[in-house]
DNA sequence: GTCTATAATCGGATAGAC
DNA sequence: GTCTATCCGATTATAGAC
């Protein structure tokens, strides 16, 4: 490289670590105080940048919240959605659908991150109508589209309705998840996880499972 | 009644008229505004009393969203449980399911009030769990409770694990107004209602659908 | 492009009259 | 118990130096 191209670049690596840093500062404070529960000061320090900055790269506050939603809707997707594509495909649904229950379960309890993303989009969902649009056709299209498609295409047992009954599979994991974990009801309505899923394997495909 | 009586019951009902007038003001803010994004100025104004008959009542903000949410949460239990419960307990499950089903969605799909609160207590979920708590204990918890039952005690069709399918259910049909609704995806993911219900229904009794 | 300092406004909460 | 008027800290956003 030449002297000039290096300073281009560096002086692009500048701008992206301080827009890097204003994602993180921005990560940890929406996620947490929420849309209006957040103030810019605090970004600004958590970000280890000043105010100003931070309105020359994103306009204004709701332009950074914006920017903030989507690139976590898409981070989110890549690693959800991505990882779980490749396995489904080939075994039966009887062991294929507990795998990707299980997978999406320990995935999504777990991470911390996840569940104050889901609170802070569905939360602000009546105020940023567009970001959960955005989080439905990040996350909630591709993931019912890729059990249809299982669904649809595996060769084990007769499906009518592969669309519905991949929402049927979703909703049952997200409404748990939702109940236990981001509302709390764990104590209040317990459930275990292995019960959820093979009552849920059960309905899909009862002539696979025998005698469990 | 005498005059004390009469003195002291107007009292009350000043009391008690203020107190009514405060929830609904606060109601209006806080569905649409969120608790942080709601001023306790606009709660007055909403509620046509001054900030300061607020401030006697509740003692702070807080105090009024959680007083507020706690009702919210009981009346909502009132209306949506005690009404379902008289429609389960005697039809066998293909039409019993299905009239449940489309009442529950008939219900909270066009209440706009039941989505902006349901956003409410997902997005403060993480700052009030107790509201959190609150909410699945007064909606989450009998509405599992009472379809568990029906599931328990009919006599039609056998099922392994009633509370499990009960959820599945549920969580089939509350990710649906979720995901169409609450999360706007109607144009981005859409899907006929009696998809859902069809095949909700095809899964839990598969004997009784007949060539539907 | 980034900082410091500041403008202009709005927030929750209260004092004191009635 | 309720109101009006007010305190004062916090908030979004920007101006101007570098």
Not at 56 to 76: P, S, T, Y
């Given at each position: ?9 560096s ?9 890097e ?103 602000e ?14 996350l ?27 929402r ?45």
């Amino acid at each position: 490289m030449n002297g000039v191209e290096q300073t281009e670049l560096s002086q692009l690596d500048t701008i992206c670590e301080k827009a890097e840093q204003i994602f993180e500062g921005a990560l940890q404070e929406f996620l947490v105080h929420g849309y209006a529960g957040t103030s810019m000061d605090r970004v600004a320090t958590s970000a280890g940048v000043s105010k100003a900055t931070i309105y020359n790269h994103f306009g204004d506050k709701e332009g950074l919240f914006i920017a903030l939603v989507k690139r976590l809707a898409q981070k989110k997707y890549q690693i959800f959605v991505e990882s779980h594509k490749a396995e489904l495909m080939q075994a039966e649904p009887a062991i294929a659908l507990r795998k990707l229950a299980n997978t999406i379960l320990d995935h999504s309890m777990q991470d911390q991150e996840y569940l104050a993303f889901i609170r802070l989009v569905i939360g602000e969902s009546g105020r940023f109508p567009e970001l959960a649009k955005t989080f439905v056709h990040n996350l909630g299209k591709p993931g019912i589209q890729v059990l249809t498609e299982y669904l649809t295409n595996q060769r084990y047992i007769m499906i009518r309705d592969p669309e519905a009954t991949a929402r049927v599979i979703i909703g049952t994991l997200a409404h748990y998840v939702l109940l236990q974990e981001i509302l709390q009801g764990k104590e209040i309505v317990p459930m275990e996880r292995d019960r959820m899923i093979n009552t849920l394997v059960d309905l899909i495909s009862p002539n696979l499972t025998s005698a469990s």
